[in-house]
């Protein structure tokens, strides 16, 4: 569907004069292509900007070794920066969950795959690092939630917070960690309430959760194929809760990644994990090497 960008690239290249360096003419043409290329793989447009203009900077005046063409050099010096944006501080994927028990708050809006991912994380945890993982839904307003939350926590053999009818989400999370601690666990993962949209009730809960559980990690999930609502909710979310980190679902999708990319530039937050399907393993790693290569096709 998408023209691969060496070839388009390439062909910019052809037209123009080769000389023993990268003029800021060619530098020029070929990020213009670029651009649309970041715009296509839905990264939004001022990020977009900001980005072709780092790109510029480092790229004019650079000499143009015999192995590669001009082209494909763009290519690599936009692959490269690609990736040191994506790139956050520290080990993808690390979580700080030393002091047990650990609190991790769960937070995103209705669909984005918060449910599905607290319980892939605890799977995680649990078989990959040893850890004794306590599960809690938080969604009183949705039962159906709730329950969903202890039958995927039997499905992958982690305990979930048995449900009492008619608490309120500051409660159950006081339960869980009193449950946490008196229980041994290690982590105790909060799932709390989505909305479809962002609202002043659902971020005055997810306050009060975060005041009383002080989360030593806030993951906010989100659709990575919503694009730029992505970034919004992201940013919404920062600035209200607080977030260590995001976790991209649906990447198993067709999207194109961009989203990751101005999530980054947007927030500064960095991107631990990416879920890649419905299925309990389906969590992996952010690589940004991954990311990089889907942007530019
Ligand atoms: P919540 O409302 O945010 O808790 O969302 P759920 O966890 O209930 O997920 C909504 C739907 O998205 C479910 O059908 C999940 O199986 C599905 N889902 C979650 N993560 C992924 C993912 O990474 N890829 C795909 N393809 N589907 C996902």
Do not use: C, W
Not at 193 to 213: C, K, Y
Request: glycine letters at 10%.
């Amino acid at each position: 569907m998408f023209e691969n960008l060496s070839e388009r690239l390439g062909g910019v290249f052809d037209r123009l004069t080769k000389q023993g360096s990268l003029s800021d003419e060619d530098v020029k043409t070929a990020l213009r292509e670029v651009r649309v290329a970041l715009l296509e793989a839905d990264v939004s447009l001022p990020v977009a900007r900001d980005f072709v203009k780092a790109v510029q900077d480092k790229a004019t005046g650079q000499a143009v070794t015999k192995s590669i063409t001009p082209g494909q050099q763009v290519v690599k010096i936009v692959h490269d920066a690609l990736i040191d944006t994506l790139t956050g501080e520290g080990e993808p994927g690390a979580l700080k969950i030393d002091n047990a028990p650990a609190p991790i708050l769960m937070v995103g809006l209705q669909g984005g795959g918060k449910t599905t991912t607290t319980a892939k994380l605890a799977k995680r945890l649990k078989d990959r690092e040893g850890k004794r993982v306590l599960m809690a839904s938080l969604d009183v307003n949705r039962p159906a939630a709730m329950e969903q939350l202890a039958i995927l926590g039997k499905q992958i053999g982690v305990d979930t917070l048995p449900i009492v009818k008619g608490e309120d989400p500051v409660a159950i999370a006081k339960r869980a960690k009193t449950q946490a601690s008196m229980g041994g666990y290690d982590v105790y993962m909060l799932d709390t309430a989505g909305r479809l949209s962002i609202d002043e009730e659902l971020m005055q809960q997810v306050e009060a959760v975060r005041n009383v559980a002080n989360p030593r990690e806030t993951l906010l999930v989100v659709d990575g194929l919503t694009g730029q609502d992505a970034v919004h909710t992201a940013q919404n979310f920062d600035d209200r809760i607080g977030i260590t980190g995001v976790v991209l679902t649906r990447m198993d999708g067709d999207g194109r990644g961009g989203a990751a990319l101005s999530m980054r530039a947007v927030t500064g937050k960095p991107i631990k994990f990416v879920g890649l399907g419905e299925k309990m393993d389906a969590l992996e790693t952010f690589e940004p090497e991954r990311i990089a290569g889907r942007i530019l096709g």
